[in-house]
């Protein structure tokens, strides 16, 4: 009965202390709360304005990504694709080549069926990607690909699926296209408006110009590709021309022809990601807010434990004064019975003045004080009274049987021989001088 007494005590007393160590921590948690707010402001904040600097920064280079907002950039050809098709997937391919097969399915992501899309890759394909990609086609998917195909290493799928990629004696540059209605691609638009260094040869010609031809389509298995050498129709800089609009429709069109989700390889210009759910969450904002708070914990701790300039010694002694020194002592003898220790202390002081005046050594023994008191007296007529009261507290020093009374008196004594003592001294001087 005692033990579930005490369980059922400490089961009421377990909500209490949760609400006092709640209270206790109130001030920091707000604190933490509050920091953890202000830096995720600041990243946004920050991101957003990035966003906004980059599509009025000069480039660099050429870099066809979807996260890049310049006029190179793609980011505009992937928002529209997000609103056009919103009954499918649309988002980025990071992974490696090998799990387009779907072992990378989740609810939102099923790359077993789709549309990649593939455009002026950063590095050249390797042979190996290349295998997995065509493989993943043949499945019965589809496949975008635009490169200006002007090296030997960049032609390594064009080799695989039949189609040839030569220089033309002149570049193009903002050329409009043969007009066609004969394609379900041409739908709502007659012509292209591209630039090119390259002309296709193989498969299905989609876009010419006179006898070059721009873009083809080549059926692979059961599934399709679309070859382009204009890799810059699809460009941020197109989409604010309202006579390059048609290019975005032209693509719009042939991917409305497929199915599945629509993935814009974003391996081919440097991005990877893994599967951790750990790392997809700090690839993203949230992994700037968590390196800002860590950041700022690195420079607290290490300030906290940074000493600027010298040493100072903080002295803060308490200051007390000679009264309560004096009422702490004694009642601490009080509390000990330290009767003897008490009357010790003060013959002490009394007996190095009588020395004083006598003009002898403190370490005399008590008989050579009290002769001394004994030979003023009788040559000067004083201190037979005083070699009593000595007589007495010498005596009395050794006793352990002191009363309170007995000390009171004899404390009494000591200041009657001190007293005694200065009008010894003061006499004494007044001699020598001739008084």
């Known amino acids: 009965m005692q033990t579930l007494k005490s369980k059922k005590d400490e089961a009421e007393k377990l909500p209490a202390a949760k609400d006092s160590f709640y209270m206790s921590n109130k001030a920091l948690i707000l604190q933490l709360a509050a920091l953890f707010a202000v830096s995720t402001l600041v990243v946004y904040g920050t991101l957003a304005s990035d966003k906004q600097l980059e599509k009025i920064m000069p480039e660099a280079k050429t870099f066809a990504s979807v996260t890049n907002f310049k006029p190179s950039g793609m980011s505009a050809f ?8 919103r009954k499918r997937h649309v988002s980025e391919w990071a992974f490696p080549y090998r799990k387009l097969n779907g072992s990378t399915r989740t609810s939102a992501v099923n790359p077993a069926h789709g549309v990649l899309i593939i455009v002026s890759p950063d590095e050249s394909l390797a042979e190996f990607e290349v295998e997995n990609i065509l493989d993943w086609v043949r499945q019965g998917n589809a496949l975008i690909y635009l490169d200006n195909f002007q090296f030997r290493h960049t032609k390594r799928m064009l080799d695989k699926i039949g189609v040839t990629a030569r220089d033309i004696d002149e570049e193009l540059t903002d050329q409009v296209t043969d007009g066609r209605t004969d394609l379900p691609e041409y739908t709502h638009l007659r012509v292209l408006n591209v630039s090119t260094q390259q002309k296709l040869s193989g498969g299905t010609a989609l876009a010419t110009l006179g006898d070059k031809t721009i873009i083809v389509e080549q059926k692979l298995g059961k599934g399709r590709i679309l070859i382009g050498s204009c890799p810059q129709m699809v460009c941020n800089k197109q989409i604010t021309k309202t006579d390059h609009w048609s290019n975005f429709q032209f693509l719009h069109n042939w991917i409305a022809t497929t199915s599945g ?11 990877t990601r893994g599967l951790n759910v750990v790392f997809y969450f700090l690839h993203g904002p949230t992994g700037y807010v968590g390196l800002q708070l860590g950041l700022i914990l690195l420079i607290a701790i290490l300030s906290g434990h940074q000493r600027f300039g010298a040493t100072l010694i903080v002295r803060n002694l308490r200051r007390i004064s000679n009264l309560e020194h004096i009422e702490g002592l004694s009642n601490t003898y009080q509390r000990a019975h330290a009767r003897q220790a008490v009357l010790a202390i003060i013959w002490h002081s009394v007996r190095l003045k009588l020395c004083k005046v006598l003009q002898i050594s403190p370490r005399e023994q008590d008989e050579k004080l009290n002769q001394a008191l004994r030979a003023q007296a009788q040559s000067h007529g004083g201190g037979a009274g005083i070699s009593e009261m000595v007589e007495r507290c010498e005596a009395a020093v050794n006793r352990k049987d002191l009363s309170d009374e007995d000390l009171k008196e004899l404390v009494a004594a000591c200041d009657k021989i ?7 001294l003061t006499t004494g001087k007044a001699e020598q001088k001739g008084i």
């Open 78 to 85: 992937y928002e529209l694709c997000q609103r056009v098709f």
């Open 261 to 271: 989700d629509i993935l814009f390889d974003e391996k081919c210009h440097g991005s």
């Open 418 to 424: 001190s007293e005694q003592a200065e009008s010894l």
